[in-house]
């Protein structure tokens, strides 16, 4: 797929979120805080950064891209429909019985799902032996995962972390959500998870700390994690959880509902008034 450049990366997910809102609001359940939040690298990686092809989604030396963090889905499905993978019309059916748009990602309902995720703390683990078995095969493509801060609770993800570090996966790079919120209100009242980078590096991991907001740095990461082949890289992305719609950001409140209608109207003014400035 033509990959859009840098500069054009802020307005596409600017469409995204606008998107996402009105998914969200017509579902009437879901969770509103991380794909918000996570919009601005879901853009990168479908606009800039995967090697992927909308028209033949099963194409063999695809990237292959998994979400652990299953709930905040709505960012995936809006950036896929925004890149060609189906109709953006069709992401008024999520959460819908039947659709092929479920709450959290089930691999069987589209080709271009890589797995089915809700459990978190799971997905490290299904990228890293992708991952393994990539290099098995002698395959080129790359395995990226998006992660949670909030997962990082849980043990088996960090049996994924010494697995990955142990076969030496240059060929994976994880991205962790670090919203610093989860359902039950702040990570470092849930379960304080700093220093996060020192604990990667300590299980011997390339580690890079980014703004998950600013382009630069995101393309910037990838590029390091690219050319580091000895060890798997870790981008642990500061994003504001419901970003860009000034009553959601980070606030912990709106990790799992969705606005009502005056809600929805206002926030979506609000970023069409931004998109505007691109014009």
Not at 83 to 110: N, V
Not at 206 to 226: K, P, Y
Request: glycine share 8%.
């Amino acid at each position: 797929m033509p990959k859009l450049p840098p500069l054009e990366l802020p307005k596409k997910a600017l469409e995204i979120r606008i998107d996402i809102l009105k998914m969200l609001n017509n579902a009437g359940s879901g969770h509103s805080g991380g794909p918000l939040g996570m919009a601005d690298i879901f853009t990168a990686l479908y606009f800039h950064v995967l090697h992927h092809d909308p028209e033949n989604p099963l194409w063999e030396d695809r990237d292959r891209l998994f979400l652990s963090n299953g709930h905040i889905v709505p960012v995936r499905y809006a950036a896929m429909a925004h890149a060609g993978y189906f109709p953006i019309s069709k992401l008024k059916s999520l959460r819908q019985f039947g659709s092929d748009l479920q709450g959290h990602p089930e691999r069987t309902r589209m080709p271009s799902l890589e797995s089915t995720s809700g459990p978190l703390g799971s997905g490290l683990g299904q990228a890293a032996g992708y991952a393994y078995a990539a290099r098995m095969d002698n395959k080129r493509f790359r395995t990226y995962c998006i992660t949670s801060d909030g997962e990082h609770d849980e043990g088996n993800h960090w049996e994924a972390v010494m697995f990955a570090a142990k076969y030496k996966l240059g060929n994976l790079t994880v991205f962790v959500d670090r919203n610093n919120i989860q359902i039950d209100g702040f990570t470092h009242n849930v379960m304080p998870l700093e220093s996060l980078s020192e604990k990667y590096k300590a299980f011997n991991w390339n580690v890079v700390s980014i703004d998950g907001h600013n382009f630069n740095q995101i393309l910037s990461a990838v590029e390091s994690a690219r050319s580091e082949y000895q060890r798997p890289t870790v981008i642990i992305a500061k994003t504001i959880p419901g970003k860009g719609v000034y009553f959601m950001e980070n606030k912990f409140e709106w990790h799992g509902k969705v606005p009502d209608d005056a809600q929805t109207k206002e926030a979506v003014k609000l970023l069409t008034k931004e998109l505007k400035t691109y014009e």
